[in-house]
C-alpha cells in the first residue's frame, strides 16, 4: 500500500464557488468526471462496538476503514475499498466487486466472499466473520474533483452529504435518504512527496483550518 499526505478543510459555499475558480485555472478536472463532478455512493462497514467511528472520533493514529462505492448511479462498476491511516499518512487498497458479491455483503453474509480471487474481498471476509464487520450506513455526496500532474496532486470539493441512516440496501436506487444535518463543503487535498507551491497558495481559505471531518461520522448521527 502506497501511503499519501492528506489535509481536510470545512469550507463554505462561498469559498467553494471561488475556489472552483481558482483550482479550474491552474489543474486539470479529473477525467472520469461528468461537467466536472460525479455522484458518489458509499456503503461504509463497522462491528457492533462501533470500531472505526470511535477509533475516528478519538483520533487514534493508525486505523482503517472499509467501504463498497460506486459513481454515478452506475452499478456496473462497483468498488470495495479499504482506507488505512498511519502516522498522518494515508493508504487505499481497491478489488472490483460482483454484484452477486455486494448483494451478499448487503445481507451480512460473507460466505460468497471467502473464495474471491482478489486478497482484499477474502479479508473483508474473514473480519466479517472474526471481528463482526457489517454494512453500517449509506452515505451520498457530490464530488468536484482537480487534478495537477507534479506531485500526483488531486483536490477534491465535497458537498451535498446525505445519509442512509440504518438503510444499507446498496443497489436500491429507491433508498431514501436524507441531508446529514448541516454537514459543510469538505475540501480535500491529496499528494505524494511534495505539494507545488501554486497549490499550496490556491488551497489557503481565510478563516479555516485543518479538518478531521468524517462523512461516516456525520451520517452515522442519524442511526
Known sequence: MEFRHEWKHEIG???????????????????HSSHGRYQIRS??????ADKALREKLDGVDRREKFRVRYYNQDTSFILLEKKCKVNGLCGKLQAELTPREVRAIARGDSRPLADSAAPL?????????????????????????????PGNVRVTLDYGIR??????????PDCVTI???DAPVILEVKWDAFLPSVIRDIVQVPRTH????SKYAACRTYG
Open 121 to 149: 474481498v477474502r479479508e473483508l471476509a474473514r473480519k466479517m466473520d472474526t471481528q463482526g464487520l457489517r454494512p453500517r450506513t449509506i452515505v451520498d455526496y457530490t464530488r468536484e474533483p482537480f487534478v495537477y500532474a
Open 13 to 31: 459555499y462561498a469559498d467553494l464557488v471561488a475556489l472552483r475558480s481558482r483550482l479550474a485555472a491552474v489543474m486539470e478536472r479529473d477525467a
Open 163 to 172: 445519509t442512509g441512516m440504518a438503510c444499507t440496501d446498496f443497489l436500491d
Open 210 to 213: 485543518s479538518a478531521a471531518f
Open 43 to 48: 456503503l461504509y462497514f463497522d462491528n457492533l
Open 179 to 181: 441531508p446529514a444535518g
